[in-house]
């Protein structure tokens, strides 16, 4: 809500005063409401239904569909492909303690990345799935198996990374 204008004549300043930068605690505050806000967003999309190279709730999400829709409603700007969105972002140690909501996890074989999703806290993160065919809730770490592509990486979407020029405020 902006303040009632002030007039010079009344004797008040009119022009607002200048504003003091945020604090390490405020930038972090709003790093996490960041995170916060891209684990609600996907939380919403739980049981869309697969398909591939789908990108909206509507149709369908495929992975990186899942994860581009996501950054696109807050305003963050995110490649089409796991493989590019894979190198969005900071890259963060492959460390469950390190991790926090709303990272992005990679999976693959070698260098290859061909799967993604969002970490959502607790061990556990979301994903558009091939094999559930649609969108699910599932742990990061799970038991080796042919089908499961393991977990390769960790990549955090920065504040940088946000159009700060768009008038859609972070939920």
């Not at 770490?141 to 990374?161: E, H, M, N, T, Y």
């Amino acid at each position: 809500m902006r303040p009632a204008t002030l007039r010079a004549q009344d004797g008040v300043r009119t022009t607002p005063p200048v504003e003091e930068p945020q604090s390490f605690t405020a930038f972090r505050y709003t790093a996490l409401a960041l995170g916060d806000s891209i684990v609600e967003l996907a939380r919403e999309q739980l049981g869309k239904r697969y398909v591939f190279g789908g990108a909206s709730p509507r149709r369908g999400f495929d992975c990186s569909g899942l994860v581009q829709y996501i950054a696109t409603v807050l305003h963050i700007d995110l490649p089409r492909t796991a493989r590019l969105q894979a190198r969005a972002g900071e890259a963060i140690a492959k460390d469950t303690a390190q991790l926090l909501p709303g990272d992005l996890v990679t999976f693959g074989r070698g260098s290859r990345i061909s799967h993604i999703g969002i970490y959502v806290g607790n061990g556990r993160f979301i994903h558009a799935s091939t094999k559930a065919g649609r969108v699910i809730e599932t742990a990061l770490i799970r038991p080796s198996a042919r089908d499961i592509k393991p977990w390769q990486g960790v990549r955090r979407i920065a504040l940088a990374d946000v159009d700060t020029t768009s008038d859609g405020p972070l939920r």
